[in-house]
């Protein structure tokens, strides 16, 4: 005759033991989170690097097309100097050589960028202008402000975002600048004789420090450092510095205290730059502030004292 057994149960986690293996999970997170994090930031950084590579390229086929880079923006004068537009910057010139001819066809460069035949042309995100490790809107309203007091006088119109401005040198930009872009420039590689490796030609600009975008400089339109998170100072700048940057005013690359027209990045330490011969460099915040102008000029004859 066959006798019962009784029912075995297997034994279950004690409350003492899920806090153990929870403390546990939690430390291993803590401490895999910061790699994760980093490993993520290095990969955008990556791909922030291969988008001014693509510009770099695109650049070059226009340059190879024009026998000259495209002029930092086009511009009209007045009697006193002052910019009548139309406005259109480098980036908007080279958007064939980024496969954006579609985009091209659209733009009526004869028209200026606040034109309303442009009003869809304008606000158009080109990704190859942003870097994603930036938060910038698709979208800005660009607007003119009193360039005294910042105080801002009307809304313009709104235009699209980019990370990426051209180098204009070591002063304001707009017109005669000793970098390689400024109002309508017509640079050709020959003319960067302090050699296309040691040259910049386009540098990160974080949205955080100020706007920028590749239409090009709206006509009347100025910039002003918002500050309000500890980035950025100085004036409020013009409209040319909408696709220009300098490196004046004794701040290096990265520099939250930079004014609303220099190059910053969310990067940490440091911004990404493109070269004149089209390879891409990240230059740290803590290099040779000499260097770095020399970096910047086209033809100006200087030393570089160190490996950027």
Known sequence: MKTATPHQTG???TLVELLVVIAIIGALVGLLLPAVQRARESARRMECQNHLKQIGLALHNYHDIHRRLPPGYLSQVDSGGNDLGPGWGWGSLILPQLEQSALSHRINYSRGIQKSANVSVRIQSVSSFLCPSDTAPPQWMAVSRDLATGTI???ICETASANYVGVFGT?????GGD????RS???GLRDVVDGTSSTLMVGERGSRLGQATWTGA???ASILADGSDGVGTGPPESAASLILGHTGDGYGPGDRHSHVNQFYSEHASGVNFLFADAH??????????????????RAGGETVSESP
């Open 11 to 13: 034994r279950g986690f």
């Open 153 to 155: 006088l009307g809304n």
């Open 171 to 175: 002063f304001e930009p707009g017109v």
């Open 179 to 182: 970098g390689i872009f400024f």
């Open 185 to 187: 420039s017509a640079i």
């Open 218 to 220: 709206v006509t009347g």
């Open 280 to 297: 891409v460099e990240f230059l740290s915040s803590t290099i040779d502030y000499a260097t770095y102008q020399a970096l910047t000029t």
